[in-house]
Nanobody, 123 residues
Framework: QVQLVESGGGLVQAGGSLRLSCAASGRTFSNSGMGWFRQAPGKEREFVASINWRGGTTYYADSVKGRFTISRDNTKNMVYLQMNSPRPEDTAVYYC????????????????WGQGTQVTVSS
């Protein structure tokens, strides 16, 4: 089992930067693929970025590619989402998730979720 706690959300100006962190506990973390998803009011949860268990393979939604970077530190049981040049449309609750599966882009494939952290981007 994996427990996930996100932090680092808040208010940021468009064009600034913000780093989200996800602290994981549980002995299966280092074997889990990790992902970031987001959900804006009135919208469905959507994929943002994911990283495989070793950290060598990453995936990004087209809307954040080139602006956001996902990384992980298995020695610290941490996953990060560096958000550069955020836009008002990036405003959402951001969730960290863990999966033992191989499809890292689909939220239904994830087994464990954090409680979410709010990110608000002002124009």
């Amino acid at each position: 089992q994996v427990q996930l706690v996100e932090s680092g959300g808040g208010l940021v100006q468009a064009g600034g930067s913000l780093r989200l962190s996800c602290a994981a506990s549980g002995r299966t973390f280092s074997n889990s693929g990790m992902g970031w998803f987001r959900q804006a009011p009135g919208k469905e949860r959507e994929f943002v970025a994911s990283i495989n268990w070793r950290g060598g393979t990453t995936y990004y939604a087209d809307s954040v590619k080139g602006r956001f970077t996902i990384s992980r530190d298995n020695t610290k049981n941490m996953v990060y989402l560096q958000m550069n040049s955020p836009r008002p449309e990036d405003t959402a609750v951001y969730y960290c998730a863990a999966t033992s599966g191989s499809n890292l882009r689909v939220h239904n494939n994830y087994d464990y979720w954090g409680q979410g952290t709010q990110v608000t981007v002002s124009s």
